[in-house]
């Protein structure tokens, strides 16, 4: 795109034309802005927070490539980019949650809890992490019931089991998260983690 042409039209034009290029229907992966920001400086003035405001983004996180883009991401856009983002899926890959009896023994399953704590620090501005951040683990999402996880079957309730302790421990912290699960209703005390979190997105989801 030639930016002196480009700079002649009228702003509403320049606008529309950003939205229609720079949407991602299926969310826009991390780390991975379009060419069209970097083609000038005055496009990415005008169009940089345009990108953010208008896309959900998406990371997948596997327990072969355990790094630190995610939180390299959350720290380089911190700020008005952040506060701007409709949403954040976390796809978490962890084959050996199969090969395991318990979940407590699978070290790499903790080595998620860096993420999460970085995670916690981010600011989202108005919006609390759970409105903003949804996980998913081996294709299982946070967002299942309890009452349904615990009609699937043993290797399903691993999975959506996982996700549902990434969602919660990254909103009520790793203390408070472990003695639940540990407690002697911790059925019912989880249930009542999760109905907060299922009000509060009920409220402030954007996308």
């Given at each position: 795109?030639e930016?002196?042409?480009?700079?002649h039209?009228?702003?509403?034009?320049?606008?529309?034309?950003?939205?229609?290029v720079?949407?991602?229907?299926?969310?826009?992966?991390?780390?991975?802005?379009?060419?069209?920001?970097?083609?000038s400086?005055?496009?990415?003035?005008?169009?940089?927070?345009?990108y953010?405001?208008?896309?959900?983004?998406?990371?997948?996180?596997?327990?072969?490539?355990?790094?630190?883009?995610?939180?390299?991401?959350?720290?380089?856009?911190?700020?008005?980019?952040?506060?701007?983002?409709?949403?954040?899926?976390?796809?978490?890959?962890?084959?050996?949650?199969?090969?395991?009896?318990?979940?407590?023994?699978?070290?790499?399953?903790?080595?998620?809890t860096?993420?999460?704590?970085?995670?916690?620090?981010?600011?989202?501005?108005?919006?609390?992490?759970?409105?903003?951040?949804?996980w998913?683990?081996?294709?299982?999402?946070?967002?299942?019931?309890?009452?349904?996880?615990?009609?699937?079957?043993?290797?399903?309730?691993?999975?959506?089991?996982?996700?549902?302790?990434?969602?919660?421990?990254?909103v009520?912290?790793?203390?408070?998260?472990?003695?639940?699960?540990?407690?002697?209703?911790?059925?019912a005390?989880?249930?009542g983690?999760?109905?907060?979190?299922?009000?509060?997105r009920?409220?402030?989801?954007?996308?």
């Amino acid at each position: 795109m030639e930016p002196s042409f480009f700079s002649h039209l009228p702003p509403e034009i320049r606008n529309a034309i950003y939205e229609y290029v720079l949407y991602e229907p299926h969310g826009a992966e991390i780390w991975d802005e379009p060419g069209l920001l970097q083609s000038s400086s005055m496009i990415r003035a005008e169009a940089e927070l345009m990108y953010y405001a208008i896309n959900s983004f998406r990371t997948t996180i596997h327990e072969d490539h355990m790094n630190h883009h995610l939180c390299q991401w959350l720290k380089r856009k911190a700020g008005q980019r952040i506060h701007l983002i409709r949403g954040l899926d976390i796809y978490v890959e962890m084959p050996s949650l199969q090969e395991v009896e318990d979940c407590d023994d699978n070290s790499t399953f903790f080595l998620l809890t860096h993420i999460v704590e970085e995670l916690q620090a981010t600011s989202f501005k108005n919006r609390s992490t759970e409105c903003v951040v949804r996980w998913s683990l081996n294709g299982a999402s946070d967002s299942e019931s309890f009452e349904n996880i615990n009609e699937m079957s043993a290797i399903d309730q691993d999975r959506f089991r996982g996700a549902k302790f990434l969602l919660l421990f990254m909103v009520n912290g790793a203390e408070k998260t472990l003695d639940a699960l540990h407690a002697e209703d911790s059925e019912a005390v989880l249930e009542g983690f999760d109905a907060v979190v299922r009000r509060n997105r009920g409220r402030g989801f954007v996308g």
